[in-house]
Every structure is written in structure tokens, then in C-alpha cells.
């Protein structure tokens, strides 16, 4: 399989060619939008929870799952159609997939590669693991989540101040 | 200098800060005991606690009165807006209205910083589920700064080290001080790995044993918790362990000639009450210091020209 980002380019800006995935093509390069790349195998699903992005919300969505990767051994990879994801959208995409890089594809050319970097603080995006946190109830606010450590991740509830490092998908809103 | 506009966590409580707030509480303690006063003459504190308490809510209200202010109180959960379901959000919003400064208990972790980011006026957090009671940890370093010292301290923490909220904040409050804590617990009911990791991170040294003989002859301070009859599902499990966490006159035959005995109270088995008239016991004083500790709070965080 084709490098996912090499895909996408036409004008000889390939990146990292053919070096994962030797083989044929599972997805057709997209035109426009946003492609990401490097998820940890196992991770796409959880990735469009992250991001907002279910059956429902009308994006052509294409998700491939568990390609053989050099780097991370099995990878997934999104590519969301005439959407360019916002930075602060795709940094929370980090929570999970730490080792994601994101191309933001316009006219078929890759106008922007970058990995993900997790902001200070994540809010609304992963609920407090304390069932006895006030988060956790029907108060008027957001989960919020400072980030402690980046990779890998280590989480702390601004709340209740109770830690989260592992199985943070499971408490994905 | 005192620059909050909350109490919420000892977490955010310098050594600088904690020295400013135990000098005035110092300089307090005769009002605490009596002596007129007008300094927060016209204030309002208002008391807004969900879940049953005696000495906190009552050494508030103390203080408030002492220092020449007033209290309302939210009374009841049951007759109250919040049987009714209103939210804690709007609770403190309406409440802050009619008060100068917020003390709340709360039986959910996390509760007292919502509220503080709701509220118009201060709030003060008198325990918030397992988490915080900052409130305690002060007055508990302001008895030993008096009873005892701050400096070059060998403590023991003793008893229920796991879901005691009081003994994890002091713990953090004393290594800042630098005092070696020995932790004294029966095996589960040991302090958490995040919390000792912390206070080793610090520089802390610390010990842990299940032994309480082991100590007691050697520290300086002993300062014990309840062991709660209902984190032991054997009866038989917990009268074992309680009674070898028991302070008699006859296991204080070895100790240090200045050691002190602290309790947050109430305390059921772990202290003789043939312990209550000997050198060693504070944890009457200790409950008093209560007092000029939260009036020092107080007249802080409603006189002074801090800023959040």
C-alpha cells in the first residue's frame, strides 16, 4: 500500500513515499480536507469520537484500520473530506494517539504536516474517571481535564484533582 | 502575602503563605478567646454546608462573631432550593448575593472549586467529599507551630493514611516544612503510592510501618485518625486493628517528654480518655485552634486587598 500522505500529492511533495506500506491503494487519495495519520492500530474509532465526527454529521469519512506500520507496527489512519480540522481540534487527538500526524490537503497538495501536541487543558472531551467528582453530576459545567504529562499522557482532573493515565479512550465523552 | 481570593486546596498555599496565615491567627488568638472586637463589623458568612459537621461549621461561625460579623446559614438540604434540584452553580450564585464570603461543605469531590467559579464572593472549602479541608491542615499546623515546632519535625501519621483527607493535605503541608513523616497504618489502609511519591519527590523522608510501638517513643508529633468501623468488613478484622492503634498511658511510657498527641476529632477507641489529662495531649487545644485560624482566613480574604 502507498504512503497515505504520498497519495494525496501530485506535485512531487511526497512524504515519507512508500516506506510503510509497500502495495496497492485501500483508500483513494482525497482532494480536499484532512488526513490523519500514525493513529496507534485500534485507535480510528475513538479518534472521530475525539473529534466530534459520527455517522450523523454528513462528512465523508474514510477510516483505515490495523496497516502494517515501521513505526508503530499497526496503524490506523483518518481522512475526513472538505473539512479542515482546526489545530486545536486535531491537538486532542494526542490524548490517544500521541504519535498522529496530520495533513491538511487542499487542491490535492499536503499545504500542512505536523504531529499533534496536546494543549495545557482539555475541555469537554474525557469525563473524570471519580464517579463521586462534581463533574460527574448535573452541574452547568464541562469536564476539564489539565494535562500533566504529554507522553505519555498522564491527565488530572481540575475538579477533584483525581489522576487519569490509562484506558483514557473508555472515558472519552 | 496573602493574595487569594479563595481557600480551596493547600495544593495552592505557599510556606510564605502558611507563615502569614498562622502570624495573624497568632496575633488573633485573644479575640478568639473573648476579647471584643468590630474588625469585620457589617459582614456577612455565610454558612452552606451539605453534609453534617460540628466543630468546622461551628468554629466558623465562632470566628465570624468573634471578629464582629455575622452568619447565615443554608440549614437543611431537605426544605431547601436544593431538594427542589437546583444546581450547586446556582446555589452559590444566589447565595454569594446575599453574603461577603462562602464557606461550603459538600459530600461531592471537586465541589468547592465549582463554586468558586460560580460565586460572586470568597469561598472556603470545609470539605469537599474525599478531597480537601484546608481549613484543618492549618489549624493542625498552627497547633504544632505553637505545641511543638514547625521545623526539624519527626512526625507520625496514624491510622485510616488511605481515604483520611485530612492526613494526605497535612502530609504535603509539613514537607514543605521538611519534616520526616512516618506513616503507621495497618497494610489496607496504607497512604496512596501518588501521595507518598510526592511528598518523596519533595525531599520528604518517608517511612512507613504498621507498627505503631515502633514510633512512638521517637517522634515528635503523633498525630491519629479514626479507623473507620465500615472500611472493615470483618468485625473481628477491626477490632484487631483498632485496638493496636490505641493510645494508653502505659504505651506513652517510653516516649519523648515533649511529644504531642493530636486528634482531628471525634475520636471513638484510638485515645484513652486516661490520656486527656497528661503533658503529652493537644487535641482540645488543637480543636480551639480552629478558631483563630478561620478568623485569620476570614478577616484575609475579606479586609485585605487581595487579588485572585
Known sequence: MTDFSAMTDKNNEKIDKNKEEPGGLRVKPINNGTVIDHIAGGQALNVLKILGISGTTGATVSVVMNVESKKLGKKDIVKVEDRELREEELNRIALIAPAASINIIRNCRVIEKRPVDLPDEIVGVVRCQNPNCISNTHEPIKSRMLVKVKNPVLLRCLYCEQPLADGIAEYLI | ?308
Do not use: C, W
Open chain 2, 1 to 308: 502575602m496573602f493574595r487569594k481570593r479563595h481557600v480551596l486546596s493547600m495544593r495552592e498555599f505557599s510556606k510564605e503563605e502558611i507563615d502569614s496565615v498562622l502570624d495573624l491567627a497568632q496575633s488573633l488568638e485573644p479575640l478568639a478567646r473573648g476579647k471584643k472586637s468590630s474588625m469585620l463589623a457589617g459582614k456577612i458568612l455565610a454558612l452552606l454546608f451539605f453534609e453534617p459537621s460540628t466543630r468546622t461549621r461551628m468554629s466558623f461561625e465562632t470566628a465570624m462573631k468573634r471578629l464582629g460579623g455575622s452568619v447565615i446559614n443554608l440549614g437543611p438540604a431537605e426544605g431547601s432550593s436544593i431538594s427542589k434540584g437546583e444546581s450547586l452553580a446556582d446555589t452559590v450564585r444566589v447565595i454569594g448575593g446575599y453574603a461577603d464570603a462562602l464557606v461550603i461543605r459538600h459530600p461531592k469531590e471537586g465541589s468547592a472549586r465549582l463554586a468558586s467559579q460560580f460565586s460572586p464572593v470568597p469561598v472556603l472549602n470545609a470539605g469537599d467529599g474525599a478531597g480537601h479541608h484546608p481549613t484543618q491542615t492549618l489549624l493542625d499546623l498552627y497547633t504544632i507551630r505553637k505545641e511543638s515546632r514547625l521545623e526539624n519535625l519527626h512526625v507520625a501519621l496514624v491510622g485510616d493514611l488511605k481515604y483520611g483527607r485530612t492526613v494526605h493535605s497535612l502530609a504535603y503541608a509539613l514537607s514543605l516544612y521538611g519534616a520526616d513523616i512516618t506513616l503507621v497504618s495497618p497494610p489496607t489502609l496504607r497512604m496512596p503510592d501518588p501521595i507518598k511519591a510526592d511528598l518523596s519527590s519533595k525531599g520528604t523522608i518517608v517511612r512507613e510501618t504498621a507498627d505503631l510501638g515502633e514510633v512512638i517513643d521517637n517522634v515528635d508529633v503523633l498525630y491519629m485518625t479514626r479507623i473507620q468501623r465500615e472500611r472493615f468488613p470483618d468485625p473481628v478484622e477491626y477490632q484487631k486493628v483498632a485496638s493496636s492503634y490505641r493510645i494508653t498511658p502505659e504505651s506513652l511510657a517510653g516516649s519523648q517528654q515533649n511529644l504531642i498527641i493530636m486528634h482531628p476529632l471525634p475520636r471513638v477507641d484510638e485515645i484513652s480518655p486516661s490520656v486527656d489529662d497528661s503533658s503529652h495531649a493537644r487535641y482540645f487545644q488543637q480543636s480551639f485552634y480552629g478558631v483563630p485560624v478561620r478568623m485569620a482566613l476570614l478577616k484575609m480574604l475579606l479586609e485585605g486587598d487581595q487579588v485572585d
